[in-house]
């Protein structure tokens, strides 16, 4: 096994790599920061007649340990998954609370008998559910905001609390939506072949890839911050 004054750079950089987990374009930003500052010192050192080898020994002992750099780096990226997700979040929800009604309109069932109780009841639910989404979306982004300028645990614990209340507010989401989208095919069967109708529906389906990837990310990145810390 080889000793610590043995490491170089490219070989702390991987080190790090591998005990980070988050979203892959700010964790490739903050390596690359990360290799900027170890050039820059294994620069100093070069300047000041060292050889490179020794330059760069130096340097990656002066930088510090995977495992004394790990918790600050996994904590950012947490912060920035979560910052992620809530964007992704509140601007799904403010899209469906605002363009849901209108993939109804002029269809001709809407002249129809008033739908059931239950029905009117889980449209309104959907409604809810997207009005605290997009509620949690907003204190995740800020808090992800605070969590990455302040390093405070209390910011950081406030932050996966948000953050698990809004992949499960996203999960109830999904759940009552593919419902109610399901009842109005059963209430009438030519929703299925209303334009609008099937618009939403691609539209919809692809915001849910992308935020089943932002909630992904998420909860990897802050299980590896919280392990870490």
């Known amino acids: 096994m080889r000793g610590y004054e043995d490491i170089r750079v490219d070989d702390r950089l991987r080190e790090l790599a591998g005990q980070l987990h988050g979203p892959a374009r700010l964790k490739a930003d903050l390596l690359t920061e990360a290799r900027h500052a170890l050039e820059d010192a294994v620069e100093a050192y070069r300047e000041g007649g060292?050889?490179?080898?020794?330059?760069?020994?130096r340097a990656v002992a002066e930088f510090g340990t995977p495992a004394q750099l790990a918790p600050g780096y996994q904590a950012e990226l947490a912060a920035g998954a979560l910052r992620g997700l809530a964007l992704r979040a509140l601007a799904v929800a403010l899209v469906l609370m605002a363009g849901g009604d209108l993939t109804w309109r002029g269809a001709s069932w809407t002249e129809g008998p008033r739908p059931p109780a239950g029905y009117l009841l889980l449209s309104a639910t959907v409604n809810g559910v997207w009005a605290v989404v997009a509620a949690l979306a907003v204190a995740g982004?800020?808090?992800?905001?605070?969590?990455?300028?302040?390093?405070?645990?209390?910011?950081?614990?406030?932050a996966r609390v948000v953050g698990f209340g809004l992949t499960g507010g996203l999960v109830l989401g999904a759940a009552t939506g593919v419902a109610l989208f399901g009842w109005s095919v059963h209430l009438w069967d030519a929703a299925l072949t209303w334009?609008?109708?099937?618009?939403?529906?691609?539209?919809?389906?692809?915001?849910?890839?992308?935020?089943?990837?932002?909630?992904?990310y998420w909860l990897l990145s802050s299980r590896g911050a919280h392990a870490a810390a």
């Open 50 to 57: 060292l050889p490179v080898a020794e330059a760069e020994r």
């Open 141 to 158: 982004l800020l808090l992800g905001l605070l969590a990455a300028r302040y390093a405070a645990p209390r910011l950081s614990r406030l």
């Open 195 to 216: 334009p609008p109708m099937i618009i939403g529906a691609v539209v919809v389906g692809a915001a849910w890839f992308a935020l089943a990837r932002a909630a992904r």
